[in-house]
């Protein structure tokens, strides 16, 4: 039997195909309502953008060293250290990666062997697992129990010889659930009894709603965590492509700087100073940013949530509504489940969404929406969901 390559165990992107599909329609006129996407509709704060060409302007466009330039480390790490208390004693416990994606896949690489399983929640973001794939591990998913809540005694139940390590996404792509202090310290104790690691994506720990906040695993007294974190969330600065890795581990630190040189060789040296900026500069973007985010949030779900045939989750972080689709919705094209929902609400209404089912197979059965593009979008698309569903 042949081999199969691990790239070929990874798909194109479900959600890249309904973007396509959107954005097909609106060049030929049509007005769409982008809520497949999680790119923040917000520009990046000022000092961001005036740093950034200002880089641009000095001249920083030339190669940077391949774990980031010394000066956005140590911004780094002292916010790490400050903000979300892990116990780093250097900057060089730090590196910079191009975009959180990248620091997912240099994680796994460094740290699984072939074979290694990789515990996760089910639903979760794709590439959480794709990575994983691609590293050469084995994905164990684990369904989240009732009110989308992790359990750890449901991991304990999937944990094998094979297994390397568990992900704790919170805020969580796609439910939009929020992990207590109780549920993290269950799983860091669960982590802590098997020896296993945690990778501990916390790209939305800023998007926080009705007074909810952060708590990120690592500072929670365990050393066997890899921490990853965004730009593109808290500084809406996606399409710059910057993330940060942080741990403790100084084989796993030097793995993932070999990594860092040989996919990128450093990201690009402007980016890194608009970076700069961003940590150490003024934050005050942050509340009226969450703010607007939480009334996107009420006004989708104030729409939905007298509705008939969509039953939706109340979003406690990051920008997605997670939705149960009710078993008397009569379907589209002969089909029931989720890409047949989306396909209905792109050729009825131009509303985009992403099916349940692309974020794993407890996903059947749902549908998400994400509320990141603008107010005056989401209103649209909640009106027609309301007229839709009703």
Known sequence: MASVHPVDRIELGGIVTIRDALLAQQRQGRKVYRLESGDPSFSIPGHVAEA????????????????????????????????????????????????????????????LDPGDEVLMPDPTWTETADNVLLAGGEVVRVPLGPQLRYQAAAMAEKITPRTKALVINSPHNPTGTVMTREELQAMVELAAQHGLWIISDEAYEDILFDGRTHLSPGSLGYERVISLYSFSKSYAMSGLRLGYVACTDPQLLERMTKLLRCTINGVNSATQHAGVAAVTG????????????????????????????????KPEGAFYLWATMDAAWEGYQGQRDGWAMTRYLIDAFGVGSSPGEVFGPQGKGFIRFAFACSSEQVAGAAELLRQAFA
Do not use: S
């Open 282 to 313: 003024p934050q005050d973007h942050l509340a009226a940013m969450v703010a607007e985010y939480q009334k996107r949030r009420d006004v989708l779900w104030g729409a939905l949530a007298h509705c008939r045939l969509l039953h939706p989750f």
């Open 52 to 111: 950034l060409a200002k880089a641009i302007r000095d001249g920083h466009t030339h190669y940077t060293p391949g774990a980031g330039i010394p000066e956005l480390r140590q911004a780094l790490f002292e916010k790490l250290v400050k903000k979300n208390h892990l116990p780093l004693t250097g900057p060089d416990q730090v590196l910079v990666t191009n975009g959180a994606m990248h620091g997912l896949y240099i994680a796994y690489r460094a740290l």
